[in-house]
């Protein structure tokens, strides 16, 4: 709504009005922003008792013509799956910052988290119990009225046990309370401050890299997807994997399952 009113429209609006925003935006936005920017507007009209412009048949034809012009597939950032995790933790040394990345990776791989999920836990929100620890996730992207979830991380079986590496971090770097995932400045020390989601991506970028990865194909979001995408490959139950990722529906997580399944029953693999 902010950038609608900035651009120079009204609420309630005509539908003209908003096929000509929608029309602005098409250098410059991607077909899916354009179109959760419409759905923001319609939601707008809906909430003031109005009429709702944007089922109108301009704006419709106006939206057609957009995503033929300029199309609607989405870059995706690469997952990070299992053997790949494995082989980036494998290049890691034992330095304060490698304690932390190794904890931030296994943990943002595990819990399938958003980066900025991730880098909002605080020790408060970790409960160790039997089989590993419970995270208790205050607020996400999806839930912004802070209703909250909890997420199970168990144990790990291998030497890469996501538990057993976030203790050791907070045991190094002394953290008893507030942000885990900290700067660590020059001296190897980690900072009072809560390490930012760009960092979170920086991490994920260089430490592909340095394993021998392209570094441009991933992203924060590489941890989240790598997670569910190694889950649907071991045959992971997709209301299990939504326990974990907070997806509503199996729909949500489809682009995960259709990745994951590509070579399960290959036409291709079954022939050759």
């Keep these: 709504m902010i950038q609608y009113e900035s651009w120079g429209g009204t609420i309630p609006s005509s539908p003209e009005r908003v096929a000509e925003y929608l029309a602005a935006m098409a250098s410059s936005h991607k077909a899916a922003t354009i179109s959760r920017r419409l759905a923001s507007l319609s939601k707008a009209h809906r909430a003031i ?4 412009p ?3 048949e301009i704006v419709k034809a106006t939206l057609r013509g957009i995503r033929r012009m300029i199309g609607t597939a989405q870059r995706e950032a690469k997952p990070v799956l299992r053997e790949d995790l494995f082989q980036i933790l494998e290049r890691m040394g034992n ?3 490698d304690v932390r990345d190794k904890a931030l990776l296994l943990i943002g791989f595990a819990g399938a988290f958003r980066r900025s999920e991730l880098v909002g836990l605080d ?3 970790i409960e160790h119990v039997g089989q590993g620890i419970v995270v208790h996730l205050r607020r996400s992207k999806t839930d912004q009225t802070g209703a909250g979830r909890k997420i199970g991380i168990p144990f790990g079986r291998s030497r890469w046990c996501p538990v057993k590496h976030l203790v050791d971090w907070l045991a190094l770097a002394g953290i008893e309370e507030g942000p885990i995932f900290r700067p660590i400045n020059r001296h190897g020390h980690a900072v009072g401050q809560r390490l930012s989601g760009e960092a979170t991506c920086i991490v994920v970028k260089q430490r592909a890299e340095a394993a021998g990865f392209a570094p441009y194909a991933y992203s924060g979001h590489s941890l989240r997807a790598g997670l569910a995408t190694s889950a649907v490959i071991a045959g992971v139950s997709t ?3 939504r326990r974990t ?5 199996d729909a949500m997580l489809a682009r995960y399952v259709r990745v994951g399944d590509m070579f399960t029953d290959n036409a291709a693999g079954a022939v050759l």
């Design 49 to 52: 008792g109005g009429d709702d």
């Design 54 to 56: 944007c089922k109108s």
């Design 95 to 97: 330095r304060p910052k």
């Design 123 to 125: 020790v408060a929100d």
């Design 239 to 241: 209301l299990s994997i």
């Design 245 to 249: 990722t907070g997806h509503a529906s």
